[in-house]
């Protein structure tokens, strides 16, 4: 059964580094999206991208965040100056199209900023 | 815009007795309510979703009812197993294109053999 698979599972940085987390969504889906959870919190939703463009995002994501589709099967999340409270699990998903609700999300990357 | 509250935080059973986790959401406009089990270490996976056209469904020892009128929803686990120990999440959403998941809070569920 096709996944969606994130790189790398954790992910260590220093704050104020860049961060490049990777998705690679399910083959055939057109709409992209990125949610958090900090731990023990609730998954909150992030971003949401199609069509190379972004059509929606929440005030968690500011002008440290861009997502990106760099060729026919990745996307990226991207954080430009990493801050403490970044830290979290970040998880990929996505949905076939519009006539389908169902997303499908990845295992997640872990990120801690020190 | 849309708040979804979840309950309870913790549930504990005995393996064979059925669990009952319930959600509210605020924004009438919403119209598809998923379920996510996520296991440690592991991404939300799908086990039952509602469109508000349902009252309820469901699929084996999983169900899940919907109250458009009281905007509230509920997942049932019938013969609950150890297995089904995981937290489990609520979601809203108005079905879209873009539609974004607006999740509950969650509900750890340990179910003791």
């Known amino acids: 059964e096709p996944e969606v698979t994130q790189t790398p599972s954790h992910q260590v940085t220093q704050m104020g580094q860049e961060v490049i987390l990777r998705c690679v969504p399910i083959s055939n889906h057109l709409y992209f999206y990125w949610y958090r959870q900090i731990l023990g919190q609730k998954v909150e939703f992030l971003v949401s991208f199609y069509n190379n463009e972004i059509s929606e995002k929440s005030e968690i994501f500011d002008d440290q965040f861009s997502v990106e589709r760099p060729d026919g099967s990745n996307f990226t999340l991207k954080i430009r100056s990493t801050k403490l409270e970044d830290s979290a699990m970040y998880f990929c998903?996505?949905?076939?199209?519009?006539?389908?609700?169902?997303?499908?999300f990845g295992p997640g990357t872990r990120l801690t900023v020190l | 815009g849309e708040n979804v509250e979840q309950h309870p935080s913790t549930l504990s059973v005995q393996e064979g007795d059925s669990a009952v986790i319930k959600c509210t959401y605020s924004d009438s406009a919403s119209n598809y309510f998923p379920w996510y089990k996520q296991e440690l270490g592991k991404g939300p996976q799908l086990i039952i979703d509602i469109r508000s056209n349902v009252g309820e469904k469901k699929d084996q020892r999983i169900a899940v009812t919907l109250n458009k009128t009281a905007k509230h929803f509920s997942l049932h686990i019938t013969e609950t197993q150890p297995e089904d120990s995981a937290v489990y999440f609520c979601a809203a959403s108005m079905a879209s294109g873009f539609q974004k998941l607006v999740f509950g809070t969650g509900t750890r569920l340990l179910v003791s053999p």
């Open positions: 998903a996505s949905t076939r199209d519009h006539s389908t609700d169902t997303q499908y």
